[in-house]
């Protein structure tokens, strides 16, 4: 390349990104292609782009699949009934935008959130993506069964004894809900996580608590629920956490049925001081504007309400009198930009 040309950035067309090649036999001898051998064709043909990718990164528009339930519920503005068809037909399979994106996770590539796209922009669904990946280093991928010890260890590193969840917690999270488990993983080592779940009704964070929020999981739930968010203490300087957390938002943004996302955190320096009441203490802000709490402002900054506290949320959570806070993120805000 002559000195002092721009490198060109790296594209693909709409609708031909995945050929899936490993899945013909399931395609010539008629079997279903299971979901689980898509999700692995995918990460493998975007660990191929991942070694040409370059400084300037990957460009893709992607058409997406949409689950049938939300087909038949638009079906006249969504056009996926045909053209699902006739792509699988040409065998190009396509994916569902959430799950596309997470599969370029999987292999070191993510979207620049700030310059993501998603179409259309006016309704509930996601049809078609733009995005530009960056080449990471590290990855993002879904938890399984065989992580929990490794997760425990994360437990122990990041939450004092009696707030820390035990193994069937984690193991419930898993099993029930895995698209919503995120493990960052850097070197073959995990380094940190982001637990969530899908419930129907806000209201029933007032009516539980921590030790019995999984039970509430239902899969088909419309808001998502953010319940914890770990990285290794001597790794937080790398601001992997708010990578790991704009993420799983991103994600949510393009999964079809999510209407909502919400979180009940807890104060960092609440037990600090002894003036103020936790009601008030959530709502102090620096002379710059930001939350005095160090949690709270994190979750501002990312673009979160603060809501209510949610008493008991924490029985054992002595530091911050057993409360809880109720956070709400806007959904689609990261990816409706014009």
Not at 1 to 28: H, W
Not at 186 to 201: A, F, H, K, L, T
Not at 285 to 291: D, K, M, P, Q, V
């Amino acid at each position: 390349m002559p000195p002092g040309k721009r490198q060109p950035i790296p594209t693909t067309a709409m609708g031909s990104f995945c050929s899936y090649e490993d899945n013909l036999v399931e395609l010539e001898t008629g079997q279903s292609i299971t979901s689980a051998n898509m999700q692995q064709n995918l990460v493998e043909h975007f660990s191929r782009w991942a070694k040409t990718v370059g400084h300037y990164g990957l460009l893709v528009l992607e058409v997406h699949s949409m689950a049938p339930e939300f087909v038949s519920k638009y079906l006249d503005e969504a056009e996926n009934l045909h053209f699902d068809a006739y792509q699988a037909f040409s065998r190009q399979n396509l994916m569902e935008a959430h799950a596309f994106v997470r599969g370029a996770a999987e292999a070191g590539l993510f979207p620049i959130i700030a310059t993501a796209k998603r179409y259309p922009q006016t309704l509930s669904f996601t049809r078609i993506t733009l995005n530009h990946f960056e080449k990471r280093a590290y990855i993002i991928r879904c938890a399984n069964i065989d992580d929990l010890d490794l997760l425990l260890i994360l437990e122990q590193h990041c939450w004092p004894k009696p707030l820390r969840a035990s193994r069937q917690q984690i193991s419930k999270r898993i099993l029930q809900y895995p698209d919503g488990q995120l493990v960052i993983e850097q070197s073959g080592r995990i380094i940190g996580v982001v637990y969530s779940q899908r419930i129907n009704d806000i209201e029933l964070i007032h009516r539980c608590n921590i030790n019995q929020i999984e039970s509430h999981h239902q899969d088909e739930g419309t808001i998502l629920q953010l319940i914890t968010l770990n990285i290794l203490p001597e790794m937080q300087h790398q601001g992997l956490g708010d990578q790991l957390l704009e993420f799983i938002l991103h994600c949510a943004a393009l999964t079809n049925g999510i209407e909502n996302i919400i979180g009940v955190t807890r104060c960092r320096d609440f037990v600090k001081q002894n003036t103020l009441k936790i009601e008030n203490y959530i709502t102090q802000r620096s002379e710059n504007g930001f939350l005095t709490d160090p949690t709270l402002s994190f979750h501002e900054q990312h673009g979160a309400g603060i809501k209510s506290v949610v008493p008991g949320y924490r029985p054992t959570d002595m530091d911050n009198e057993g409360y809880g806070v109720l956070i709400e993120y806007p959904l689609r805000k990261k990816t409706e930009q014009t």
